[in-house]
């Protein structure tokens, strides 16, 4: 059984940081690839930022390029997403994937999401 669990989530005001981390455990992920989508209140989830766990491409949404970096321990299983220059409208849940394809669409796995609340 796929687990995977969100931490790192928080209140931060805008212009700060938060990194969030995404410990993955139940198989071998070297096929998978890792990532990050958001849901903000009202809203439709959205794609944030993927990387495969054997490396190449890296995808991000525009919205969040230059600000978001995605990165990975295999050693540790654990998938990071570093937040900077965060903006009121980054809240939302944080939900880290973990699909077979890239880009993502519709990811196979699932965490329960950790809170972002950006303040202005």
């Known amino acids: 059984q796929v687990q995977l669990v969100e931490s790192g989530g928080g209140l931060v005001q805008a212009g700060g940081s938060l990194r969030l981390s995404c410990a993955a455990s139940g198989r071998t992920f070297n096929s998978y690839a890792m990532g990050w989508f958001r849901q903000a209140p009202g809203k439709e989830r959205e794609f944030v930022a993927s990387?495969?766990?054997?490396?190449?491409?890296?995808y991000y949404a525009d919205s969040v390029k230059g600000r978001f970096t995605i990165s990975r321990d295999n050693a540790k299983n654990t998938v990071y997403l570093q937040m900077n220059s965060l903006k009121p409208e980054d809240t939302a849940v944080y939900y880290c994937?973990?699909?077979?394809?890239?880009?993502?669409?519709?990811?196979?796995?699932w965490g329960q999401g950790t809170q972002v609340t950006v303040s202005s």
């Open positions: 994937v973990a699909d077979v394809a890239q880009p993502m669409i519709r990811p196979s796995y």
């Open positions: 990387s495969r766990w054997s490396g190449g491409r890296i």
